[in-house]
């Protein structure tokens, strides 16, 4: 049971902490080539409240990494400004591997642009991708309007969306840009408030990963997937046409979906980010842990450190080409 | 009420200095969001000058009877014994409440740099023998009666971690020691 | 429907599920009982726990917390003035003072009594709504919200017992130190000063621990005695209880207005225990005819306070459960529940799987029933709490509080914010200003900005959206009446500026 764990751990910290000393003595005299990682519990760090969909994935996993690393990777929420408090807590974390955090992508590049707070993301240590949530856009099925050109004859189309910054105005303003859509966005709608907008007609659209809650709605008669973004069709909404279909490619891939991608501080050594990646990725093949992820919603592809560095590098080209329809749009709020 | 009450011009002026910073402030955002901070603002700033103006001006006070601002209007005035002080609170002198808040900054100064485990038993047996005037071993006794229960609920059962205090950051490879959260 | 009820009540009988509820109850009025941690709190630990678990049994859990902090909560207001959680607050006007009078036993029957009737009418009525919950949410637009907002705060002025004047400039304040922080509607920081600590603005937490419990420790301490004047008072032990718990039916008008209250407002997302609880408060006040000895110690007080935060519990499960519209933030862990044990909310949910709906609302009932069962058989104890020399209470207050903070998000300066707060809500109370206002205005700052924006982009700009839509109408002539009621009552009153003796 995880209560003896929890207790077994607090001896085991003051154990650890008493030899450390000697340890990190006895490393530096050998100078010895095998890292000494870890050393102590391992945080994982997440940016959002317990029981959300990246808190949920984090527990699943860093539960299985404890039993590959031999230390517990203990869970721990920072929450606040969005998710932006965890990264810059990883940010400015010591980069020795004892710390690492989940960070939904490319959301919190777009958050940075908008409102600079000096983190680079292509100089963090990429580790891996834990999740990946495909994003859709769905409206209540009572509306009688299903395609782009649909919605290129309305007049100003209302969108639900959590605010003026993020990944979901992001894709809005990209979207309503790439299909010649006229529109208006409505603020302050989070998690489930956004389906009893849609419900109540406070707006006409919304978008976002459809997973979780959100995945289980649109799976019923109240509300209907209208393109996912995706270039394949998307297992849990077979029905729904991808953008590629829709003849828009460039919304495609899966560059506008949510990331769940996990980073340690800049500059972590080499040999100990593949220590981490190693569990990371073992504990991301067992089945239980997929399965978990999937329940909530969630799929699993996993990235290695430097295919991970990769996309996000491609997320940061993305959010450059666009972040100025983002502002101009935010600004005439 | 017949001479003017500097602590309670003390209390207006703070809240007014709040609330002109924000009114203040808002004028740095654009569009709509300054409209909750004028909105509310002016009244709220109106109404503090008002109450600081009718402190310092009898004949406001008259005024402000008639509209419902008056002292007189808070019915927990009337369950206050005599020498209570305004807003209904009994305490004792200002000397004692200066003593009592002493103690809170002195408890968290303790938290601050030793940590919870080290503070709280501390400033148990401090407070328990200088102010209740316990003997020093009762202290200590109650302090492990006390403190015992507290560990095992917030340690062991609910597993929330305490802050360990900034000394052994300071002391390196002792206990790990407490992060100081960014206050800037 | 009726099936899976019989199968639920069955399924009672499962020592697991009888220890899942006693887990749940244990918890929740622990963490009700201490000022500052809630429900919310013993949700979120143990959440990550019951992965693994049957659902069903992990839903028992968590119905145990949802059906029992609010009424742990009403054992402090009582007897330390301190809410255990933010729905007690209307408890402490006059479940405190009769405790002074010695009657902290009365209060505390009176309380759990009052509870447990709030909680049961509110599952009844849910259970009964369930199948109208959609007609009740699509009724609910922003600038309604937004309406609602204006009345609780309004309704919270006047059920302050200070002068109006200083109450809504407290109120004023409170609002405008919610913009601090990053606003969700506006994806930007606002007077942050460029600090990390205001990011997220000021917390509730730390800020009501300062204001409510620590200043009053001050106040207290510095007095010295006991919590309850006179020490040789005779609480009356379990008689005393007993007699309370009896005596809710003498005010059956009141219990019944703060579970119809309680429920209704609870089923609007995001109005809560803490609106529910001062409008039933207000409501009562203003209803009775003997308004003058609301806030004295009057045993009516503390059953409209009561009865409404835990007939919120029904309430609120309903949007929940319905459409996974989480209403406050137990409903949002409970949200996490579900996702974590692959449980989906709406049609599936109430069709497929009504075992879970069951466990919930006979979960919610058996631990509200289990914790009057402590209350009322420990109330007796608890009530000694009062009698202790508050120079013994002090330093366990202290501690509490402290952890209590921390524990919220584990930042050392919610600490210093929650020592800070305490000088400032002492001076505050020696000034005249009511704290609740303000801190009422504090919650529901934000949401009415957020309200009032999302209606405004909804019309286009349009302000008229505020005052056509037919709710909006209702809560609207509802503000009216209230302000009209009021200086009408100011005006007969203002001739003969004589204080209400009671």
Not at chain 1, 314 to 319: C, E, H, K, L, N
Not at chain 2, 108 to 121: L, S
């Amino acid at each position: 049971m995880a209560r003896i764990g929890r207790i077994g751990r607090f001896g085991r910290l003051m154990l650890l902490a008493g030899a450390l000393a000697a340890i990190a003595a006895f490393g530096a005299a050998c100078g010895d080539d095998e890292p000494d990682f870890p050393t102590r519990d391992v945080e994982w760090f997440v940016g959002f409240a317990a029981g959300g969909g990246f808190d949920t994935a984090s527990r699943i996993i860093a539960d299985k990494m404890s039993d590959d690393l031999g230390v517990n990777v203990v869970v721990r929420n920072i929450e606040g400004g969005g998710g932006r408090r965890a990264v810059q807590e990883i940010a400015r974390s010591d980069p020795d591997g004892h710390a690492i955090s989940i960070m939904n992508m490319p959301n919190q590049i777009t958050a940075e642009r908008l409102d600079p707070e000096d983190v680079d993301f292509n100089e963090l240590s990429w580790v891996g991708r834990a999740v990946i949530q495909t994003y859709g856009l769905y409206t209540a099925s009572a509306n009688d309007f299903n395609t782009p050109e649909d919605l290129q004859g309305m007049p100003d189309v209302r969108f639900c969306l959590s605010g003026l910054a993020g990944h979901s105005f992001l894709v809005a303003s990209v979207t309503t840009e790439v299909m010649n859509i006229a529109w208006n966005p409505v603020t302050g709608y989070r998690g489930q408030e956004t389906q009893a907008g849609l419900l109540r007609g406070d707006c006409e659209l919304a978008l976002g990963p459809i997973a979780g809650t959100t995945l289980t709605a649109v799976q019923g008669p109240d509300f209907k997937v209208l393109w996912m973004y995706s270039s394949e069709r998307f297992g849990p909404v077979p029905d729904a046409p991808t953008v590629d279909e829709l003849g828009f490619p460039e919304l495609g891939g899966s560059k506008f979906a949510n990331n769940g991608l996990v980073a340690a501080a800049p500059g972590t050594p080499d040999d100990i980010l593949a220590i981490l990646s190693d569990a990371f990725d073992a504990a991301l093949q067992d089945p239980d842990v997929i399965a978990g992820i999937n329940n909530a919603g969630m799929g699993v592809e996993t990235l290695t450190p430097d295919e991970t560095a990769e996309v996000v590098e491609g997320m940061d080209g993305i959010v450059s080409e666009y972040i100025d329809t983002v502002r101009q749009k935010s600004q005439a709020q | 009420m017949t001479r003017i009450n500097g602590f309670n011009l003390g209390v207006y002026a703070f809240l007014l200095t709040i609330a002109l910073s924000i009114v203040l402030g808002a004028t740095a955002y654009a569009g709509k969001q300054q409209l909750t901070a004028f909105v509310i603002g002016v009244p709220t700033i109106t109404l503090l000058v008002f109450l600081f103006l009718a402190e310092v001006t009898p004949r406001l006070i008259k005024l402000t009877g008639a509209f419902g601002v008056s002292e007189d209007d808070a019915p927990q005035a009337a369950e206050d014994d005599a020498g209570a002080s305004p807003g209904g609170m009994e305490t004792g002198s200002w000397r004692r409440i200066g003593i009592v808040y002493g103690w809170l900054l002195l408890y968290f100064a303790m938290t601050f740099v030793f940590g919870f485990y080290i503070a709280i038993p501390v400033f148990m047996v401090l407070f328990l023998t200088i102010e209740s005037r316990l003997i020093p071993v009762f202290a200590v006794g109650v302090m492990a009666a006390a403190g015992l229960p507290l560990y095992i609920i917030f340690r062991l059962v609910l597993d929330i971690p305490l802050w360990p205090g900034i000394l052994p950051r300071i002391i390196p490879g002792v206990i790990g020691g407490g992060i100081v959260p960014q206050l800037n | 429907m009726f099936e899976a009820f019989l199968d639920g009540l069955a399924g009672m009988g499962n020592p697991a599920v009888i220890g899942a509820i006693v887990l749940g109850t244990v918890l929740g009025v622990l963490f009700g009982v201490i000022p500052g941690l809630g429900s919310v709190i013993a949700m979120t630990l143990i959440l990550p726990f019951t992965f693994g678990w049957d659902p069903i049994i992990a839903m028992y859990v968590f119905a145990g917390i949802i059906g029992t902090a609010s009424t742990g909560g009403g054992v402090p207001a009582i007897l330390l003035n301190t809410p255990g959680t933010i729905a007690n607050v209307c408890t402490t006007f006059d479940g405190f003072p009769m405790t002074r009078r010695g009657e902290g036993g009365r209060a505390i029957g009176l309380a759990a009594t009052a509870s447990a009737l709030g909680t049961l009418f509110s599952i009844i009525v849910l259970a009964a709504l369930l199948p109208l919950a959609e007609v009740m949410l699509r009724a609910f637009t922003p600038p309604d919200f937004f309406w609602l907002i204006i009345l609780g705060l309004i309704a919270v002025t006047f059920a302050s017992r200070q002068n109006m004047a200083k109450g809504l400039a407290a109120g004023g304040v409170g609002i405008l130190i919610a913009l601090i922080g990053f606003s969700p509607v506006f994806g930007v920081r606002r007077y942050t000063l460029g600090s990390e600590y205001l990011w997220d603005g000021i917390e509730i937490v730390p800020l009501v621990i300062g204001f409510f419990a620590l200043s009053e420790l001050i106040v207290y301490t510095s007095r010295g005695g006991s919590i309850a004047r006179d020490a040789n008072v005779n609480l009356g032990g379990f008689r005393q209880i007993m007699r309370g718990a009896v005596e809710v039916f003498q005010y059956k008008a009141i219990l019944l207005r703060g579970s119809v209250i309680g429920t209704v407002i609870g089923a609007i997302p995001g109005a809560g225990g803490a609106v529910a609880n001062f409008l039933s408060y207000s409501t009562a006040k203003q209803a009775s005819k003997t308004p003058e000895l609301f806030g004295t110690g009057y045993p009516g007080g503390v059953v409209a306070s009561e009865s409404s935060n835990d007939a919120k519990d029904g309430g609120i499960l309903l949007p929940t459960l319905t459409f996974g519209i989480p209403g406050n933030g137990e409903m949002v862990i409970l949200m996490g529940a579900f996702v974590l044990h692959g449980i989906q909310p709406g049609r599936d949910l109430l069709v497929n799987r009504l075992d879970i709906v069951w466990a919930i609302i006979l979960g919610v009932i058996a631990a509200q029933v289990l914790t009057t069962i402590i209350i009322l058989g420990g109330g007796a104890w608890l009530a000694r709490i009062s009698l202790v020399p508050v120079k013994y209470i002090a330093p366990f207050v202290a501690i509490l509080s402290f952890i209590g903070v921390y524990a919220v998000r584990s930042n050392i300066w919610d600490v210093a914010l929650a020592v800070f707060a305490a000088l400032v809500g002492f001076s505050m109370r020696r000034a005249g200003f009511p704290l609740i206002t303000m801190v009422i205005g504090f919650v529901l700052g934000q949401l009415a900005e957020e309200k009032f924006t999302q209606s405004l982009q909804i019309s286009g700009g349009g302000y008229s959206i505020f005052f056509t839509r037919p709710v909006s109408i209702v809560l609207l002539l509802g503000i009216v009446f209230m302000l009209g009621w009021s200086m009408y009552k100011a005006a007969k009153k203002n001739p003969a500026p004589q204080r209400a003796e009671p």
